[in-house]
Structure formats: structure tokens, C-alpha cells
């Protein structure tokens, strides 16, 4: 099983710039979400999918697109890159969207925005 | 509204017990997590604990709940040098969102 399979693992981009981070699980798991860490401010909920056509805001939403055509796939889109999405982003995903699953992340992609 | 709180930094000594402390804000949360990151990776499922539960055993991790005050902790006895990585403590408003508090580091004194 690879569970979360995150690409690419560095990205820098220009300002103004798009690119699409891909998110890709085989445990067949409903729930999945994407998370961005940034020193002192911890992990931040930007989208999040409880199942195949069905995605929704979280906390931090603007600058982001998602979309979940299939249970495996969750990628994360940024239309016009901007200096302030400088982060490392991990994308989640859990066998169902109830508080007791826990979730399983991958490694993670470092986006540098100059 | 949502917050987890909790101390960004924590040293221990090889041997010693570590005590890494949280606070949240929404006392309707099921299931409270500790997850662990180590260095460039994403984070891994330490443990967990029912919101009904005062206290949660696994091997050298403990972890006590106080409902009324909105306080977890995690202790790992006898810390070790891969016990060092950041801790995040999570709590689930319940619906559809984990929400993590900032992490504590634990550095771990020779």
C-alpha cells in the first residue's frame, strides 16, 4: 500500500503563476483534505471532501481551487500564484468523514512562490 | 470558536518524562489525537482518546483528559532520542473537520 501519495515534493513558482498539487490515495477512503503548514501558525484546513463529487471550504480557503472526481484523487489547484502561499502543503485523507477516523497524510510538497 | 492550544517548545532529558500540554475550545469533541512529525515527513497517528475517557494507556504513552477544564495532555515516559519531532494535539468540532493546534516541539537533552 503506498496510502497517501502527495507530487510533486518542492515546487517554485512565480508569482502569478498556476500549477495544480496532486493528492493520491489507495485505501479507498472518503474523506480527504488539504492542510498547510507554515512555522508558528501549525496546520490550517484549506478544502476538504467527504466523497467523490462533494468538496467544501475550510478555514483558509481563498487562492485555492478543488475538485474530486474520483475517490482517489484530491488535487489542490492554485490559479494565480502569490508570495503568501509559500508553505508546505499535506493533503489527508481518512476512511470516513466521522470524528473517529484518523487521518493519514502524506509527506508533503514545500511550494516556495518568488 | 475553534482553537487548540498548546506550548511551541519542550526539552527533555534522555530518560525522563516528557509531559506535553493542551487546551480546546469545544467541549462537544468526540475524539481528541496526538500526532507526531518527524522531520520532512507528514504527521502519523500517535494515539487517541474518547471524549468519555479520563485516561488512555499505550506502552509508554499516557494520555489524561479533563472535559471540564478542556484539557489534554500526552506523557511519554522514559523519552527517548526518536521520541524527538513536533506533537500536535487535535480535537473534531464534529463536523467534517479536525482541527490541530500549532504543535509543540520536543527536544531531547543528551
Known amino acids: 500500500n503506498a496510502g497517501v501519495t502527495q507530487t510533486p515534493k518542492f515546487q517554485v513558482l512565480k508569482t502569478g503563476q498556476s500549477m495544480t498539487l496532486q493528492c493520491a490515495q489507495d485505501?479507498?477512503?472518503?474523506?480527504m483534505s488539504w492542510y498547510r503548514q507554515d512555522p508558528g501558525m501549525g496546520l490550517r484546513l484549506i478544502h476538504y471532501?467527504?466523497?467523490?463529487?462533494?468538496?467544501d471550504q475550510g478555514e483558509v480557503p481563498n487562492g485555492y481551487n478543488v475538485s474530486r472526481s474520483t475517490t482517489e484523487d484530491f488535487p489542490l489547484r492554485l490559479l494565480s500564484a502569490a508570495p503568501s502561499q509559500t508553505s508546505v502543503y499535506f493533503c489527508a485523507s481518512s476512511y470516513g468523514s466521522s470524528p473517529g477516523s484518523p487521518l493519514h497524510f502524506g509527506n508533503g510538497t514545500r511550494l516556495t512562490v518568488t | 470558536g475553534e482553537d487548540v492550544e498548546q506550548s511551541l517548545f519542550l526539552s527533555v532529558r534522555e530518560g525522563d518524562s516528557s509531559v506535553i500540554n493542551c487546551t480546546y475550545t469545544?467541549?462537544?469533541?468526540?475524539?481528541l489525537y496526538w500526532y507526531k512529525q518527524e522531520p520532512g515527513a507528514g504527521l502519523q497517528l500517535l494515539t487517541y482518546i474518547f471524549s468519555n475517557m479520563d485516561m488512555k494507556q499505550d506502552q509508554r504513552l499516557t494520555v489524561l483528559l479533563n472535559k471540564k477544564d478542556k484539557h489534554l495532555s500526552l506523557r511519554i515516559a522514559d523519552t527517548q532520542t526518536g521520541d524527538s519531532a513536533i506533537y500536535f494535539c487535535a480535537e473534531t468540532p464534529g463536523d467534517d473537520k479536525i482541527i490541530f493546534g500549532k504543535g509543540t516541539r520536543l527536544h531531547i537533552l543528551p
Open positions: 485505501m479507498n477512503h472518503e474523506y
Open positions: 471532501s467527504v466523497g467523490a463529487g462533494i468538496t
Open positions: 469545544d467541549s462537544s469533541s468526540t475524539y
